[in-house]
C-alpha cells in the first residue's frame, strides 16, 4: 500500500467542520456587559452549562463567551463517540472508585438517555446512532483480557455481549479481528460539530447571549461577585463556569493538572456498496481495539470510515499549536494500519487527515472544584471521552454554584483531584518513558515493565 498516494489529496482539515450547515460566527464582545452566569468555553462543556441552567432557572442572565468560535476545538474535531461511561471506561472507574462504581454508572447511562432526550426536545439533527461500540481484541491477550473485564462487567450487573472472531467478523469483517465485547447501548455515534452547532442554536432559543471570537484573558474577584476581561470589554458575572478544558485555565493553580495531549485522525472517502458489503458493518457500531496505543474507528452517515488514534503526542512545555495539527508521519502510519484492518479497501482514499489537543488529566476522567469562594467551578481533565461526559460535568459545576449538596457533588470522583503533572523537564521526560513503555507492552503480550507497574500502584497507570 503507497500511503503516500491514499493521503496526496487528504485537505489538513477536520471532516466534521467541512459540513456545509456550519453556521456563522456571532459578533465579538465590543464594551462591559453584566449577567448573573458567565461560561467560558463554546465547546460542549460550555454549551451543556449554558442550556442546562437556562432550563433550571429560564429568569437567568446567562453570557458565553468563546475564543474562537462554537466547536471549533476538540469538539468539532473528535471521533463522535458519546459513551455513557463517566470514568473513561468501566475499567479505570474500578480501579480508581469501587465502591461508587454502580452509581458512576447509572448516572453516566441517566446522562447518555439525558443527551438524548435533549437532541429530540430541541429537533438537534446530530446524525445520532444508539448502536453502541465493539472493544475488539487483535492479540491473543487482549482476548483474555476482555473476557476478564466481560466477567467484572457481569460482577456489577450490567450487560455486555461477548463475541468470538466468528461472531465479530460476522459484525465487521477484518482478519486481524480475534474476538470482542460489545456495549450496545452505551455508546452512540453522534456528529460532533452538528451537536456542537445544534447546541449552541438550543442555547440562543432559550436567550442565552453568546459571543464568539471573545477570549477570556483574565478573571478575578470585583466586589460580591467576578469580572472577566475580554480584548474588547469585561463581564460582570455573579458566577463563572470555566469549560475551557485544554486550554489554559484562567486559575493558574489548576494548569499543573492537564497537558495538552495531541490526537490524530483520518477520514476515507465513501464506501461503494460493494466496499462496504465486502466489511459487513450492518450494525454500523463504534469500535475500538484493546491496545494500549489503540485504534478507533466508526462509519459516518455518508458511509466513510473514520480512523483515528494509536499516537498520542505531548510536546515539550504543553504548547498549543496549529502547526501541531498536522503530523505526517502520523497519518502514514494511521494509513498503514487502516489496509491491514481492512485489506478489502486497499486503495481506498482519504479526503482529510487532521489532529487535535485532548485535554488529558493523570486519572483519565474529569476533575471538579471551586475558587474564589464558591463563585467559580470548573470541570477538566476529560482526556478523550468527553463528548458525553461533559453534559455530566456541566451539572456539576451548577450544582456547585448553587452551593447544593447532589447525589453528583457528593461523589468521591467529584470530592477528590488526581495527582498533577511534575514540571519540565521531568514531565516531558516521564510522558516519553510511558508512551515508549506502552508500546513495548503491546509487542510483547501485554506485559507492563517495571516503569508501568510502578505507575499503576502509585494510581497513575495507563491502559487506554
Given amino acids: 500500500m503507497d500511503s503516500a498516494r491514499v493521503l496526496s489529496d487528504a485537505r489538513p482539515t477536520p471532516f466534521w467542520l467541512e459540513d456545509p450547515g456550519r453556521p456563522e460566527a456571532l459578533p465579538a464582545l465590543v464594551g462591559d456587559t453584566t449577567c448573573d452566569l458567565l461560561v467560558v468555553g463554546g465547546g460542549y462543556s460550555g454549551l451543556w452549562t449554558a442550556l442546562i441552567a437556562k432550563e433550571r432557572d429560564p429568569s437567568l442572565d446567562v453570557v458565553l463567551v468563546e475564543g474562537n468560535e462554537v466547536g471549533w476545538a476538540a469538539s468539532g474535531r473528535n471521533g463522535g463517540f458519546c459513551a455513557a461511561s463517566l470514568t473513561h471506561g468501566f475499567g479505570n472507574g474500578l480501579d480508581r472508585w469501587p465502591s461508587e462504581l454502580a452509581r458512576l454508572e447509572r448516572l453516566g447511562a441517566a446522562n447518555l438517555d439525558g443527551i438524548e432526550a435533549t437532541l429530540k426536545r430541541y429537533g438537534i439533527d446530530a446524525e445520532w446512532e444508539r448502536t453502541g461500540e465493539i472493544d475488539v481484541a487483535t492479540q491473543p491477550h487482549q482476548v483474555e483480557e476482555l473476557h476478564e473485564l466481560a466477567e467484572a462487567v457481569a460482577r456489577h450487573g450490567l450487560d455486555i455481549t461477548v463475541l468470538d472472531a466468528d461472531e465479530l467478523r460476522a459484525e465487521v469483517n477484518s482478519p486481524t479481528f480475534l474476538g470482542g465485547l460489545w456495549d450496545k447501548e452505551g455508546v452512540a455515534m453522534v456528529h460532533p460539530a452538528k451537536l456542537a452547532w445544534g447546541l449552541k442554536e438550543a442555547c440562543l432559543s432559550q436567550g442565552v447571549r453568546i459571543h464568539e471570537h471573545t477570549r477570556a484573558t483574565d478573571l478575578r474577584e470585583y466586589g460580591s461577585g467576578t469580572a472577566v476581561r475580554t480584548p474588547y470589554g469585561r463581564v460582570f458575572a455573579r458566577r463563572v463556569a470555566l469549560g475551557t478544558n485544554v486550554f489554559p485555565s484562567l486559575l493558574k493553580r489548576v494548569r499543573p493538572y492537564v497537558v495538552p495531549v495531541y490526537d490524530y485522525a483520518l477520514m476515507t472517502e465513501p464506501l461503494s456498496d460493494e466496499q462496504l458489503a465486502s ?24 458511509n466513510r470510515i473514520l480512523w483515528g488514534g494509536y499516537d498520542a503526542v505531548y510536546h515539550y512545555g504543553g504548547h498549543l499549536r496549529h502547526e501541531y495539527d498536522q503530523r505526517p508521519e502520523t497519518f502514514r502510519t494511521l494509513a498503514g494500519h487502516f489496509f491491514q484492518c481492512f485489506p478489502q479497501l486497499e486503495g481506498l482514499r482519504f479526503t482529510n487527515a487532521w489532529g487535535g489537543a485532548i485535554d488529558t488529566c493523570s486519572r483519565f476522567s474529569a476533575f471538579f472544584d471551586t475558587a474564589y469562594r464558591g463563585k467559580v467551578a470548573y470541570a477538566v481533565g476529560y482526556t478523550g471521552l468527553g463528548v458525553g461526559a461533559t453534559r455530566f460535568g456541566a451539572e456539576v459545576m451548577l450544582d456547585l454554584l448553587a452551593g447544593e449538596r447532589t447525589e453528583r457533588t457528593s461523589l468521591e470522583m467529584v470530592r477528590s483531584k488526581p495527582l498533577p503533572f511534575p514540571p519540565e523537564p521531568v514531565r516531558w521526560a516521564g510522558i516519553e518513558i510511558t508512551t515508549r513503555s506502552l508500546e513495548r507492552a503491546d509487542r510483547n503480550g501485554g506485559h507492563r515493565n517495571l516503569w ?13
Fill in 452 to 464: 508501568l507497574r510502578t505507575l499503576d500502584r502509585l494510581g497513575l497507570g495507563f491502559d487506554s
Fill in 279 to 302: 466489511i459487513g458493518w450492518h450494525g454500523r457500531q463504534g469500535l475500538g481495539d484493546s491496545a494500549n496505543k489503540f485504534h478507533y474507528f466508526r462509519l459516518s452517515a455518508d
